[in-house]
């Protein structure tokens, strides 16, 4: 089994641990890695929140409580309760319109870590949660737990090198969705570039009704989540303008999300293309994949001592990696994962 830990039960959680209880009764996940470990080898043994509608309740009561919009799939079974994390970051801000902070003392978060024997600890705490997003760092350090860094958090850029001294895996930072707006996005520019099409400008909007995407509307974190996300595509071919970020937070969206796309570009002549998008998906089960994938890895890691971020498996799935990547992110990580076996 794999033992995981969770920092943030918000809705990535509601899906991923639905996700979790839909393959052990038998559903199939679409495009998850073929690993030693399987998707349902993996078991939450610990979770924490500072929500009071969260804490001290039933993990499987709490990923449906507000502010959670992801919609019930599966009754899911867990006796774990949801301990109360520390706040560290000061004022919330806007988070403090949708969350009803806890009372209760934090929780020894290491010395559960330590109790629970935790393989893996999954941050998914909200865009711009930095300290909190640190102190989880840390504390994976401390208990020897692999790190797996879903927030915009630049964990691996200022923590990568003491994981890599202490031979604990971290992988982050800021998680590509399976299929979401940035992944499409790149990948439309990555397939125009590989026709020789000159991509010129592009933009992308995203709007939905989640916590993520409400915190998003203070101008600070909108601008971080801007900044990782056009550096990220504008990757995928040097000399093209973009900007991309979410635009607008519509509550009676729910967990639904709403991108839109418009590339421009010059072929042969000086002849103009535009290509205009517009995708509807779900932004729960949209991180569900990935992160099964990344749990499993981040297991396999921990077991052979090798610490820090692999650029094969950190380039592929994150959005934040600063390190060296290959063009074709997927063959480099299937090669990677082939020398693990």
Known sequence: MIRVA?????????????????????????GVLDLYYKPDEIEVVAAFDIDERKV??????????????????VDVRSDVIVKRGPTLDGNLGILSKVIVESK?????????????????????????????????AKASLDSRSALINASPS?????????????????????????????????????????RGVKVIRSYQIDISGTT????????????????????????????????????????FLGDRRVSYMVIEGEYALGAKVRIDISM??????????????LIRLA????????????????????????GKTSADTRSALLSYVQGLK
């Open 6 to 30: 969770l920092a943030g039960c918000g809705n990535v959680a509601s899906a991923l641990i639905q996700a979790i209880e839909y393959v052990r009764q038998g559903g199939v996940i679409p």
């Open 56 to 73: 001290g309740k039933r993990l499987s009561q709490a990923i449906f409580e507000k502010p959670n919009v992801v919609e019930k799939y």
């Open 104 to 136: 209760q003392k934090p929780d020894d978060v290491v010395n559960t870590l330590t109790e629970e024997r935790v393989d893996v600890v999954l941050n998914l705490l909200p865009t711009g949660a930095n300290e909190a997003s640190e102190f989880y």
């Open 154 to 194: 630049p964990l691996v850029e200022s923590m990568g090198s003491k994981f890599q001294d202490m031979n604990v895996p971290i992988l982050g930072d800021d998680l590509i969705s399976q299929i979401g707006g940035t992944a499409l996005h790149s990948g439309i520019i990555n397939f125009l570039e590989k």
């Open 212 to 251: 993520e995407t409400l915190v998003t509307l203070e101008d600070w974190r909108k601008d971080l989540k801007k900044r990782i996300k056009s550096s990220y595509i504008s990757s995928q071919q040097e000399g093209v303008e973009v900007v991309a970020g979410t635009s607008d937070y519509v509550e």
């Open 280 to 293: 509807k998906s779900l932004d729960g089960p949209n991180a569900v994949s990935p992160l099964i994938d």
């Open 299 to 322: 297991k396999l890691l921990r077991d052979r001592r090798i610490g820090g971020c692999p650029p094969q498996i950190c380039s592929h799935y994150f959005k934040g990696y600063k």
